[in-house]
């Protein structure tokens, strides 16, 4: 691998989370899923005068409106239903034989036995914010060993190996600071873990363990692998935890969709009966646009809860589809090594 190569900036290949303008994020990620929901229900109410002001829709034809009211019920039963089937679906990942109740947990018992050797610990923390912290801690630490080792090297390997720690040391520090200030359930907790950039740091790690096996020294290549391992064991507590968040948030989803469920279809059942009147509607005309608009509003807030967490949870798992150093986000031609078969480095 030439010195040019070498002089990439590794840090800006890693995964795109967070890009994007702030209103844009907050919308998609880092907002309150009720308050985005209330939002858009804000919107569509004031959205709807708009186009009565200026004349596009009216609310005075009943036959119209009832048609209307009569689709609103019938998709609001449907979105409700939908709901409950995927609430069914979280549940039944619940459901486990004594076998594979057993499995599961001697796979758990055995990874928190992994993080604990890894870590020089005598048993790994119960908290999942206080085990990504010590995973954290381990990579960090790995990190400055790793770049302690180099120092009597090869002035290239020297100057590679130390900024890809330096990276790393400062990537830890980055997540551990916002882990600090919160706790597991909170999304904010899952957003840090989910934006260390620990596969791409896998595969500069492996590409240059392969490149400079026989640069570096048995305690560098040692350090390093203890680095690699650490960044491992993040990625399997990551991805964990991010599924069980996603667990949790779609069960938030199919309750808050089921307390909205029945004031929606209430409302939507009301809208016709505004209307059943032989002599038309049985309010004030001056006031029937603001009344049905509201209701409608509320028909809609299951929808508005539906658009709310679905945006959440498809921008996460789409950011974050990987299997280790394999990032289906990235283009060919990304990356700050040129690697080819049989390339020799």
């Known amino acids: 691998m030439g010195s040019s190569e070498s002089d990439e900036t590794l840090e ?3 995964a795109e989370i967070g890009a994007g303008s702030r209103v844009r994020e907050w919308m998609l990620i880092e907002g309150d899923r009720v308050l985005i929901a209330v939002v858009l229900s804000i919107a569509v109410f004031f959205l709807l005068l708009f186009f009565h002001g200026v004349g596009i829709v009216s609310f005075v034809n009943p036959n119209s409106v009832t048609r209307v009211a009569s689709g609103m019920i019938a998709g609001t039963f449907s979105l409700v239903t939908l709901v409950v089937s995927i609430n069914q679906l979280i549940l039944s990942q619940e459901f486990a034989s004594a076998g594979k109740a057993q499995e599961r947990l001697e796979a758990v018992v055995e990874f928190r036995d992994d993080i604990a050797d890894e870590t020089d610990v005598s048993a790994s923390p119960v908290s999942p914010t206080r085990l990504l912290e010590l995973l954290l801690a381990s990579i960090s630490q790995d990190a400055d060993a790793l770049a302690d080792a180099v120092s009597d090297h090869d002035e290239e390997v020297r ?12 990537e830890t520090n980055r997540v551990d600071e916002t882990l600090e200030h919160t706790s597991f359930g909170t ?4 957003f840090a873990a989910t934006t260390y ?11 240059f363990r392969n490149a400079y096996e026989d640069s570096l020294s048995p305690t560098a290549i040692d350090r390093l692998e203890d680095l690699l391992e650490s960044l491992k064991l ?7 935890f991010k599924t069980t968040y996603l667990q949790r948030e779609l069960t938030r989803f199919s309750q808050l ?16 009966l505004l209307y059943a009147d032989i002599t038309g509607p049985s309010i004030n005309i001056a006031a029937l646009p603001y009344v049905v608009i509201g209701l409608i ?5 299951p929808l508005a809860l539906l658009v709310s967490f679905i945006l959440r949870t498809t921008t996460i798992t789409r950011r974050t589809a990987s299997t280790g150093p394999m990032l289906p986000q990235k283009g060919p031609e990304e990356g700050p090594f040129d690697v080819s078969y049989g390339d020799d480095w």
């Open 257 to 272: 969709t089921v307390y909205a469920g029945v004031p929606s279809i209430l409302s939507a059942i009301f809208i016709g």
């Open 197 to 207: 950039d620990e596969d791409w740091q896998l595969y500069v790690g492996t590409h």
């Open 159 to 170: 100057r590679s190996i130390v900024r890809y720690a330096n990276t790393v040391r400062a």
């Open 187 to 190: 999304f904010r907790a899952v």
């Open 297 to 301: 509003v509320v028909v809609l807030s």
């Open 234 to 240: 993040f990625h399997i507590a990551g991805e964990q």
């Open 12 to 14: 800006t290949y890693g």
